[in-house]
């Protein structure tokens, strides 16, 4: 497989859903300790996730709501200030598909005004829950995205094409079992069941040199077991000496350079 750059033999994204608190703030805003768990992330985790790429000299990619950028502006410039990119995540971790066209232009529009105040036009859209319909489709490829990542169809990026036509967009696939939020919030399972789950996914897509993308929570990860786990999977990729880490976006220009 001679898919990627030169010398390359498989693809790493990692990539971080930055939703802080958005989420609770809009499904029980007086749950105050709901929400400072929320805050876990900008206080203790972004840090700490920061720290773990440059030891790695990692680019990531975070899918941020614009109300993160909004509350903790801060520790977004920091992200950006980085080199790592930003990408658009809703605005209150809106559930797309289940709002009306108004409500979701509303989402996206303010998320966009949110990502200006920070100096970013993000080229990357991925929504809350992966919860999509076509109407969003159709609204990403209008606002001028340049990639969407949202679809489970596949195990590498491809251009999307959708009910039979070329929506220009390029798709980067996702999967639950390489999400850490049904690991550490759903089912409580330890970093060591994370490990095994994603190391072994990790080993067989690198034979077969195809993509690896992982998504994961500041909140959840951010946790110290959690970061050690990452740590030790990522120093494991590295030492194969020929795994592309990328973000999004360079994964979905050279995608579209190859395939479009
Ligand atoms: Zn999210």
Redesign the pocket.
Known sequence: MDFWPEGYRCCVNISF?Y?SN??LMRRAPLDIVAQSRGRFAPNVAIPRILDLLDKHEIPATF?T?GWTVDQFTESVEDIVGKGHELAA??YL?ERLAEISKEAEESVFQRGLEAFEKVGVKPVGF?A??WLISDRTLKLVQRLGFKYDSNMMDSDMPYMLKWRGKETGLVELPVEWMLDDWPQFETHRRSPEAAYAVWKPEFEGLYELGRYFGLTC?PQAIGRISRINMLDKLLTEMKAKGDVWFASCKDIADWTRKKLA
Do not use: T
Request: glycine share 8%; proline share 15%; hydrophobic share 15%.
């Open positions: 859903d939703d958005s989420a899918f709501p995540h809703g971790h991925r809350p829950y929570h």
